[in-house]
Protein backbone atom coordinates (compact mmCIF):
# COMPACT_ATOMS: atom_id res chain seq x y z
CA UNK A 1 0.00 0.00 0.00
CA UNK A 2 1.32 3.11 -0.98
CA UNK A 3 2.64 5.65 1.63
CA UNK A 4 0.52 8.39 2.39
CA UNK A 5 2.72 11.20 3.08
CA UNK A 6 -0.34 13.98 3.67
CA UNK A 7 -0.63 15.42 7.23
CA UNK A 8 -3.14 14.64 9.47
CA UNK A 9 -6.74 15.89 8.24
CA UNK A 10 -7.95 18.50 10.72
CA UNK A 11 -11.41 18.59 11.66
CA UNK A 12 -13.85 20.76 9.14
CA UNK A 13 -13.79 24.51 9.63
CA UNK A 14 -16.95 26.09 11.13
CA UNK A 15 -18.84 27.93 8.72
CA UNK A 16 -17.43 30.97 8.21
CA UNK A 17 -19.43 34.20 9.56
CA UNK A 18 -22.17 35.20 7.14
CA UNK A 19 -22.41 31.67 6.41
CA UNK A 20 -25.38 31.05 8.77
CA UNK A 21 -27.39 33.55 6.89
CA UNK A 22 -26.36 33.63 3.29
CA UNK A 23 -26.17 30.05 1.38
CA UNK A 24 -24.38 31.91 -1.26
CA UNK A 25 -21.33 32.97 1.08
CA UNK A 26 -21.65 28.80 2.12
CA UNK A 27 -21.81 27.86 -1.78
CA UNK A 28 -18.62 29.96 -2.55
CA UNK A 29 -16.81 28.37 0.49
CA UNK A 30 -17.99 24.47 -0.71
CA UNK A 31 -14.46 24.08 -2.01
CA UNK A 32 -11.92 24.69 1.10
CA UNK A 33 -7.91 25.03 0.68
CA UNK A 34 -6.17 23.27 3.81
CA UNK A 35 -2.52 24.14 4.42
CA UNK A 36 -1.15 20.75 3.58
CA UNK A 37 -4.02 18.48 2.25
CA UNK A 38 -5.56 18.53 -0.93
CA UNK A 39 -8.65 20.81 -1.35
CA UNK A 40 -12.01 19.32 0.01
CA UNK A 41 -15.01 19.93 -2.40
CA UNK A 42 -18.06 19.30 -0.85
CA UNK A 43 -19.48 19.57 -4.39
CA UNK A 44 -17.16 16.93 -6.57
CA UNK A 45 -19.78 14.43 -7.19
CA UNK A 46 -23.58 13.83 -7.31
CA UNK A 47 -23.60 12.55 -4.05
CA UNK A 48 -21.92 15.40 -2.63
CA UNK A 49 -23.83 17.88 -3.77
CA UNK A 50 -27.23 16.45 -3.19
CA UNK A 51 -26.18 16.34 0.39
CA UNK A 52 -24.76 19.52 0.60
CA UNK A 53 -28.16 21.13 -0.88
CA UNK A 54 -30.48 18.93 1.58
CA UNK A 55 -28.08 20.30 4.02
CA UNK A 56 -29.09 23.35 3.14
CA UNK A 57 -32.12 23.63 2.69
CA UNK A 58 -31.94 24.15 -1.12
CA UNK A 59 -33.40 20.51 -2.13
CA UNK A 60 -35.59 17.98 -0.38
CA UNK A 61 -34.06 15.04 1.61
CA UNK A 62 -34.09 11.68 -0.94
CA UNK A 63 -33.68 13.60 -3.82
CA UNK A 64 -30.83 12.03 -6.21
CA UNK A 65 -29.28 14.74 -8.35
CA UNK A 66 -27.42 13.86 -12.03
CA UNK A 67 -23.89 14.75 -13.02
CA UNK A 68 -25.37 17.88 -14.98
CA UNK A 69 -26.65 19.09 -11.77
CA UNK A 70 -23.26 18.86 -9.87
CA UNK A 71 -21.63 20.56 -12.78
CA UNK A 72 -24.30 23.76 -13.31
CA UNK A 73 -23.64 23.90 -8.68
CA UNK A 74 -19.91 23.67 -9.35
CA UNK A 75 -20.14 26.73 -12.62
CA UNK A 76 -22.36 29.34 -10.26
CA UNK A 77 -19.89 28.35 -7.53
CA UNK A 78 -16.99 29.86 -9.84
CA UNK A 79 -18.91 32.57 -10.59
CA UNK A 80 -20.29 33.67 -6.92
CA UNK A 81 -16.39 33.13 -5.75
CA UNK A 82 -15.13 35.94 -8.94
CA UNK A 83 -17.82 38.27 -8.00
CA UNK A 84 -17.17 38.12 -4.30
CA UNK A 85 -14.00 38.94 -4.97
CA UNK A 86 -15.14 42.02 -6.84
CA UNK A 87 -17.38 42.71 -4.20
CA UNK A 88 -14.20 42.41 -1.91
CA UNK A 89 -11.96 44.44 -3.64
CA UNK A 90 -14.35 47.09 -4.71
CA UNK A 91 -13.49 46.92 -8.73
CA UNK A 92 -15.72 45.95 -11.43
CA UNK A 93 -17.34 42.05 -11.46
CA UNK A 94 -16.43 39.92 -14.35
CA UNK A 95 -19.37 40.64 -17.02
CA UNK A 96 -19.45 36.43 -17.46
CA UNK A 97 -19.89 36.10 -13.55
CA UNK A 98 -22.51 38.84 -13.26
CA UNK A 99 -24.39 36.80 -16.52
CA UNK A 100 -24.03 33.60 -14.88
CA UNK A 101 -26.05 34.93 -11.32
CA UNK A 102 -28.57 36.78 -13.86
CA UNK A 103 -28.99 33.50 -15.29
CA UNK A 104 -29.62 31.31 -12.75
CA UNK A 105 -31.80 34.17 -11.24
CA UNK A 106 -34.15 33.59 -13.75
CA UNK A 107 -34.18 29.82 -14.12
CA UNK A 108 -37.17 29.15 -12.45
CA UNK A 109 -39.52 31.47 -9.89
CA UNK A 110 -38.34 31.51 -6.02
CA UNK A 111 -41.08 33.73 -4.40
CA UNK A 112 -43.01 32.71 -1.79
CA UNK A 113 -46.41 31.76 -2.54
CA UNK A 114 -49.25 32.64 -1.16
CA UNK A 115 -51.67 29.80 0.62
CA UNK A 116 -54.46 29.21 2.78
CA UNK A 117 -55.74 26.87 5.41
CA UNK A 118 -58.03 26.46 8.19
CA UNK A 119 -55.99 26.75 11.08
CA UNK A 120 -53.30 29.75 9.79
CA UNK A 121 -55.44 31.64 7.20
CA UNK A 122 -53.43 33.48 4.79
CA UNK A 123 -49.91 32.61 4.52
CA UNK A 124 -46.82 32.70 2.31
CA UNK A 125 -45.56 29.32 1.44
CA UNK A 126 -41.72 28.68 0.44
CA UNK A 127 -42.38 26.62 -3.09
CA UNK A 128 -40.85 22.95 -2.85
CA UNK A 129 -41.07 21.78 -6.34
CA UNK A 130 -40.43 18.24 -7.31
CA UNK A 131 -38.83 18.92 -10.35
CA UNK A 132 -36.36 21.64 -11.70
CA UNK A 133 -34.70 21.08 -7.83
CA UNK A 134 -30.97 22.05 -9.09
CA UNK A 135 -32.67 25.20 -11.28
CA UNK A 136 -34.86 25.68 -7.62
CA UNK A 137 -31.31 25.59 -5.88
CA UNK A 138 -29.76 27.98 -8.40
CA UNK A 139 -32.31 30.36 -8.48
CA UNK A 140 -31.85 31.15 -4.60
CA UNK A 141 -28.39 30.77 -4.31
CA UNK A 142 -28.74 34.03 -6.55
CA UNK A 143 -31.09 35.84 -5.23
CA UNK A 144 -28.85 35.45 -1.89
CA UNK A 145 -26.14 36.53 -3.88
CA UNK A 146 -27.90 39.77 -4.92
CA UNK A 147 -29.62 40.42 -1.80
CA UNK A 148 -25.87 39.88 -0.20
CA UNK A 149 -23.95 42.09 -3.00
CA UNK A 150 -26.35 44.94 -2.77
CA UNK A 151 -27.42 45.04 1.20
CA UNK A 152 -25.98 46.51 4.10
CA UNK A 153 -23.34 43.72 4.67
CA UNK A 154 -21.94 44.19 1.01
CA UNK A 155 -18.84 45.96 2.14
CA UNK A 156 -18.56 43.66 5.04
CA UNK A 157 -18.07 40.83 2.92
CA UNK A 158 -14.02 39.85 2.06
CA UNK A 159 -11.94 37.00 1.02
CA UNK A 160 -9.78 35.28 4.14
CA UNK A 161 -6.51 36.95 4.44
CA UNK A 162 -4.91 33.44 5.66
CA UNK A 163 -3.21 31.86 2.64
CA UNK A 164 -3.72 29.32 1.06
CA UNK A 165 -7.45 29.71 2.74
CA UNK A 166 -9.62 31.05 -0.06
CA UNK A 167 -12.94 31.39 2.57
CA UNK A 168 -15.30 34.51 2.22
CA UNK A 169 -16.81 36.06 5.16
CA UNK A 170 -18.68 38.67 6.35
CA UNK A 171 -16.65 40.41 8.73
CA UNK A 172 -18.25 40.82 12.41
CA UNK A 173 -15.61 44.02 12.93
CA UNK A 174 -14.25 46.64 10.62
CA UNK A 175 -10.62 45.25 11.53
CA UNK A 176 -11.75 40.81 10.93
CA UNK A 177 -9.19 39.39 8.79
CA UNK A 178 -9.73 36.03 8.85
CA UNK A 179 -12.85 33.86 8.43
CA UNK A 180 -11.58 31.73 11.07
CA UNK A 181 -10.11 31.60 14.68
CA UNK A 182 -7.82 28.54 12.98
CA UNK A 183 -6.92 30.72 9.87
CA UNK A 184 -6.12 33.55 12.70
CA UNK A 185 -3.40 31.40 14.75
CA UNK A 186 -2.08 30.12 11.85
CA UNK A 187 -0.86 33.70 10.64
CA UNK A 188 0.00 34.47 14.78
CA UNK A 189 1.78 31.40 14.44
CA UNK A 190 3.40 31.81 11.08
CA UNK A 191 4.88 35.62 12.56
CA UNK A 192 6.01 34.07 15.57
CA UNK A 193 7.82 31.79 13.72
CA UNK A 194 9.19 34.16 11.62
CA UNK A 195 10.49 36.67 14.31
CA UNK A 196 12.27 33.69 15.97
CA UNK A 197 14.00 32.98 12.69
CA UNK A 198 14.49 36.05 11.09
CA UNK A 199 12.68 34.77 8.04
CA UNK A 200 10.54 38.09 5.87
CA UNK A 201 7.27 38.14 7.88
CA UNK A 202 4.24 37.12 6.68
CA UNK A 203 1.56 39.86 6.16
ZN1 LIG B 1 -9.60 31.37 6.50
Known sequence: MEQSTRTPALPPLPPAPGGQ????VELANSVVVVPGAE???SLATPAEATRWLVEHDLAPAGVELQQYCSALLMDLRHHVRSLFGAVGDGTEPPAVALRAVNDALVRTPTAALLGWDPQAGWQRVAPHPTTQIVEHALASLAVDVAELVTGPEADRLAACEAAPCNRFFV???ARRRWCSTRCG??????????RRSGAPTPA
Not at 21 to 24: G, K, R
Not at 185 to 194: E, G, I, L, S, W
Request: no cysteine; net charge positive; aromatic share 4%.
Open 185 to 194: DRVRAARAYA
Open 39 to 41: PVD
Open 171 to 173: RTH
Open 21 to 24: THPS
